[in-house]
């Protein structure tokens, strides 16, 4: 989100969004969150997995396993 629209809810907006569909696809997520993103990924279940350091800082890699599992076919 560009730093002049931060703090109105769009990143939560658009995480909320990208959560929903990987619950309803039974998918996994991974990110890789920079030391301002940490808050708003753990809102939304995001679990710290490590951390990586470059050239352009720290970063923390975090994974979240969807909300609901698939349904056996019976």
């Known amino acids: 989100v560009a730093p002049e ?3 109105n809810g769009v990143g939560s907006m ?3 969004w990208g959560c929903d569909m ?3 696809d039974v998918l996994n997520c991974f990110v890789m969150a920079s030391p ?3 808050f708003l ?3 939304f279940d995001f679990e710290v ?3 990586v350091c470059t050239e352009y800082g720290s970063f923390t890699s975090m994974f ?3 909300k609901r599992s ?3 076919a019976g």
């Open 22 to 24: 990987a619950d309803n």
């Open 64 to 66: 979240r396993k969807p």
């Open 70 to 72: 698939m349904e056996c």
């Open 36 to 38: 301002g993103g940490l």
């Open 14 to 16: 658009l995480l909320r």
């Open 41 to 43: 990924y753990s809102k």
């Open 49 to 51: 997995t490590g951390e």
């Open 5 to 7: 629209h931060q703090g």
